[in-house]
């Protein structure tokens, strides 16, 4: 009989984590780092790309969908609230992810309409692991949900350098490149076949769809999170599709240059995201995240002038790229950890998809419109967006989140701890030393 482990079981549910989001990161450098250029080259206007991309990228905010659904309707046949619906969206991701390879000059509406539901079940994917973060007893502290949080980056930092590895085979051979990464996509279906989640959360009573939002807006705290969240990725979602096309057709840089410069740049980001760990919930989220902020502003109007008045090098850019990722990955599992604390733990679905759809709207936004600005005209709203985010941060109080949800003692350091400073930090010395030496 095959043995089943649950999300109690530490190393378990970190590979589940880790496996989801290297397959989405996989997904997300292809569709909207890859898929921009090669669009530009064949001639795609980028008004009419970043348009019907921005449909195709919709199902992201289906997730305020999701979350409700997976919480009230378990999947028939298969035990558990968000089993079944993780393997749904792993079975249309990995079925779909080879059929992009068409040509979208020949193949327009289909092609569109294919990654629209490739999308969705990257979106399924998503939530329904976040849920799974946020019910797990063991995560039931701050400490507990960063490390979450940091387990999921690491998943996306080497699904960035899978698809910066591929590049050079995507460029001769998509079609064979896309069933590769599919066949990476089984991953966490196998992994999610043999999960057996908790009976508590299998027995939880069953609430309706406005209870659920009811509930988790009878706050002040998740409506300010709830603002940060919209506005957080809006400038990113200006810039999705056209810095690529911008770098490459502007200043001449070929596309494999470009996507693995950004990649080997972001590595000092990541280290530093993973350390995070160790210090993220001591500086409290909130603080941390306004500090970014206005470190983030300075680079930003550089970038804005020097492209306004054609002085930008690809060197200069390069140089101002690497401020911000030396703190985006810190950012990122900063604001991810800090979207599980605003959830309550009783409506996990619903809170969580919530929280992620108004982001992933805010940035859908940015990407449906990027095409009508100009480069420079990209950065000075970035700046806007940047300061006015620190706002809802400020009204954000932590203490009287752990009150309301959760009000279970810090979890104490573990010598095991360690192990997720080391085991990326080694992965990623390896990766620079096959880089550079």
Request: glycine share 8%.
């Amino acid at each position: 009989m095959i043995s089943r482990f649950g999300m109690n079981h530490r190393l378990y549910r970190s590979i589940i984590f880790f496996s989801v989001y290297m397959v989405e990161m996989i997904v997300t450098v292809v569709t909207l780092s890859y898929f921009p250029a090669l669009f530009g080259m064949m001639g795609i206007d980028p008004i009419i790309y970043g348009f019907v991309g921005g449909l195709s990228l919709f199902p992201m905010t289906f997730k305020f969908f999701i979350g409700p659904i997976s919480d009230r309707f378990p999947i028939p046949f298969i035990r558990g609230k968000r089993k079944g619906y993780i393997i749904l969206g792993a079975l249309l991701n990995i079925i779909l992810l080879p059929f992009l390879a068409l040509n979208p000059l020949t193949f327009f509406t289909l092609f569109f309409t294919i990654w629209f539901f490739q999308t969705l079940g990257i979106a399924i994917m998503d939530i329904m692991t976040d849920a799974l973060a946020i019910e797990t007893e063991e995560l039931q502290t701050p400490r507990g949900r960063t490390e979450a949080s940091v387990i999921m980056f690491f998943g996306s930092f080497v699904g960035g350098y899978i698809v910066t590895y591929f590049v050079p085979l995507m460029m001769s051979d998509l079609q064979l490149t896309l069933i590769i990464f599919a066949l990476i996509s089984c991953i966490p279906l196998g992994l999610i076949l043999f999960l057996s989640e908790q009976q508590k959360v299998e027995e939880a009573p069953q609430i309706s769809f406005r209870e659920g939002v009811k509930q988790g807006l009878s706050h002040s705290f998740v409506w300010w999170g709830l603002l940060f969240a919209f506005i957080l990725n809006i400038d990113g979602g200006l810039l999705e599709l056209t810095l690529e096309p911008y770098l490459i057709m502007t200043l001449g840089v070929p596309i494999q240059a470009v996507i693995a410069d950004l990649f080997y740049i972001s590595l000092i980001g990541n280290a530093l995201a993973i350390a995070g760990f160790f210090f993220i919930d001591r500086v409290k989220k909130t603080r941390l995240l306004i500090i970014i902020a206005i470190i983030y502003l300075i680079p930003l109007a550089i970038l804005g002038y020097t492209t306004a008045t054609n002085t930008l090098t690809y060197d200069l850019f390069l140089w101002l790229y690497g401020v911000f990722t030396l703190l985006s990955g810190l950012s990122f599992v900063t604001y991810v950890a800090l979207f599980f604390d605003l959830s309550d733990p009783k409506v996990a679905g619903t809170m969580i998809a919530l929280f992620f759809t108004l982001n992933n709207a805010g940035r859908l936004l940015g990407i449906m419109i990027g095409g009508f600005f100009t480069i420079s005209t990209i950065y000075f709203i970035a700046i806007g967006l940047t300061a006015f985010r620190i706002l809802p941060l400020l009204k954000i109080n932590t203490e009287e989140i752990e009150k309301t949800y959760y009000r279970a003692p810090p979890r104490p350091f573990k010598r095991s701890d360690v192990l997720f400073a080391i085991v990326p930090g080694i992965f990623i010395t390896i990766i620079l030393l096959l880089r550079f030496l």
